[in-house]
């Protein structure tokens, strides 16, 4: 990603972005275990405390092996793709069994009965790292809405709504990365600018308005995702 320095209040990076606690760390938004090897330069980092720098990582962990898998159709460990999922399930014959006991086959489609609870947890900590990383000011409220759902299972309507692009109805935060990267149509109107931080790999999107703030990632071209809170 291209590097962005904030001129935000630095008072606002005194809090972990997470659960507001004096932030010993930083840690990178999206995890890494999401990215593919060699990692893309500049990855967003925020500040973090070092109980949430580490207690997200069996929930990172089951959510990026469970979308290996359900890209790739099997929980068959030669047959997936990414090695760090591979050498994930190798090591971790718990979450391995796990997915094999949530895979389901019939008449070749394959599903997964997915844990909701893991998969929000990890979304939900995704969506306040984007906000804290381009807004600058953190976001500590429970999420009114955790949405995620398979690309290629989307309605018309779901797509036209999650793909549009909307005008921006508040301004970031002064300094913020968010508003040195404010994208302005062509008719000088600024409007939502989705952020690419791996090409097919991983794509985010933070917009504030006056009603709500709302992310929305895009995970291996596979998933699609919309964390909101109304204000």
């Known amino acids: 990603m291209r590097q962005i320095k904030t001129f935000s209040d630095s008072r606002l990076d005194t809090q972990c972005a997470y659960c507001g606690d004096y ?10 275990i999401l990215l593919d090897e060699p990692y893309p330069e500049n990855l967003p980092v925020v500040p973090s405390c070092i109980k949430c720098n580490s207690g997200f990582s069996l929930d990172e962990a089951y959510f990026a092996s469970l979308i290996e898998c359900a890209i790739c159709g099997t929980t068959e460990i030669e047959k997936l793709s990414r090695e760090v999922i591979k050498k994930t399930l190798k090591h971790n014959s718990k979450l391995h069994s796990r997915l094999e006991k949530a895979i389901h086959i019939d008449k070749e489609i394959v599903t997964f009965k997915i844990e909701t609870d893991r998969f929000e947890n990890v979304l939900q900590k995704l969506a306040f790292g984007h906000i804290k990383y381009e807004n600058s000011e953190t976001e500590f409220n429970k999420p009114t809405q955790i949405w995620f759902k398979p690309i290629q299972l989307m309605t018309k309507e779901e797509e036209l709504y999650f793909f549009s692009i909307f005008v921006l109805q ?16 062509e008719s000088g109107v600024p409007v939502e600018n989705w952020n690419q931080v791996q090409e097919d790999v991983y794509s985010y999107l933070v917009s504030i308005s006056m009603s709500q703030s709302k992310v929305r990632l895009i995970i291996r071209n596979y998933l699609a995702c919309e964390v909101i809170w109304n204000t």
């Open 23 to 32: 932030p010993e760390n930083r840690d990178h938004v999206p995890s890494k």
């Open 170 to 185: 508040k301004a970031p935060e002064v300094g913020s990365r968010g508003m040195q990267r404010m994208y302005l149509n």
